[in-house]
């Protein structure tokens, strides 16, 4: 009895010292890492885990999830050994579940799967896990789950949660992204045009010193080109020619446009006077301006786009 009592206390002197030295391997693995040492931060963070293996105390937890934590960490960042940094992360997701240091993990691991291994699902379950926590940056996360369905073409789902990001959402810096997001989700759908018309009008009058309104000014463009209404798209185009990020990629799509109306409408057509004079030359009802022209350019200029080849064309014959 009295053998059995010594034991249980050895036993409870040996788990406390160890507990002890765990947060000195942590302090040597801070050290190593900022000397970027990584194997010795290895080393320490391996040493931190065995000496917790059969402690089930909250405080070892900590101590745990720090170390699991920090050695994804190490794999992730320093080595670029990702498939062991996946590992790690998935052993801290799954022995600490609840910890401070598993929100961050999680994240960590949602990027490697979904830019190193384009598991896009299996990033957006991390990410949907990292939302139940309610973390600060919830508006974000759900906001790339919007993209990576729409990376996926699964385009319903991308509309379903682009919309939660504008309606959860409102007051955040994504309502407007989630917006054109939703708009081009629902263009790439069967029949849902005018949602998508609707949805990027919506954008343009609630957020209009908004990045994303030249965006959805092209979008709508091209909405009314698939349309028919070629003239009603270069107006749109043109109007977002100032404030897109590549001008020159609207501007070859409005020389295109223009290039199709020239070959595709007959001179007259529309004109009430000399529809049915059959003695007079057909001349043009209205000339679409020139997106120069439209934006108050000179006449100069003007002309010289009039002369800049559409896109695709067979560059001039050197002299």
């Known amino acids: 009895m009295r053998l059995g009592i010594l034991s249980t206390v ?50 070892a937890a900590l101590y745990r999830a720090r170390a699991l934590r920090g ?42 799967l979904w830019h190193d291994y384009r598991d896009l699902r299996g990033a957006i379950a991390e990410y949907t896990a990292a939302l ?55 263009s790439m759908m069967e029949g849902r045009k005018a949602d998508a018309q609707r949805v990027f009008s919506d954008l343009l009058d609630r957020f209009p010193d908004s990045p994303m309104q030249a965006l959805a000014l092209v979008e709508l463009g091209r909405i009314k080109a698939d349309g028919g209404d070629a003239e009603g798209a270069i107006e749109l185009w043109v109007r977002a020619l100032s404030r897109h990020p590549t001008p020159t990629a609207v501007q070859k799509q409005i020389s295109l446009a223009r290039e199709r109306l020239r070959n595709t409408t007959p001179r007259g057509v529309g004109d009430a006077v000399t529809a049915f004079d059959r003695d007079r030359p057909y001349v043009g009802t209205r000339v679409p301006k020139t997106s120069a022209e439209a934006v108050g350019g000179t006449e100069e200029e003007a002309r ?14 050197q002299e």
């Open 10 to 59: 050895a036993a409870a002197c040996l788990l406390a010292c160890t507990r002890n030295d765990t947060p000195g391997h942590l302090e040597k693995a801070r050290d190593a890492l900022f000397l970027r040492k990584y194997d010795v931060a290895l080393a320490e963070y391996k040493l931190t885990l065995d000496a917790l293996e059969r402690d089930g105390s909250p405080e």
């Open 71 to 112: 050695a994804a960490d190490v794999y992730a960042l320093h080595l670029k050994d990702t498939r062991r940094a996946v590992e790690v992360y998935r052993e801290l997701i799954t022995l600490c579940p609840e910890a401070p240091e598993t929100l961050e993990g999680r994240l960590h691991l949602a990027e490697l």
């Open 132 to 186: 139940a926590r309610n973390p600060p940056q919830s508006a974000e996360l759900s906001f790339t789950v919007a993209r990576l369905y729409f990376e996926l073409q699964d385009y319903s789902q991308c509309e379903l949660e682009a919309d939660k990001v504008a309606r959860k959402y409102e007051t955040s810096a994504y309502v407007d992204d989630a917006l054109y997001l939703r708009g081009q989700a629902l």
């Open 304 to 317: 010289a786009e009039e002369t800049m080849p559409a896109e695709g064309a067979a560059p001039p014959p």
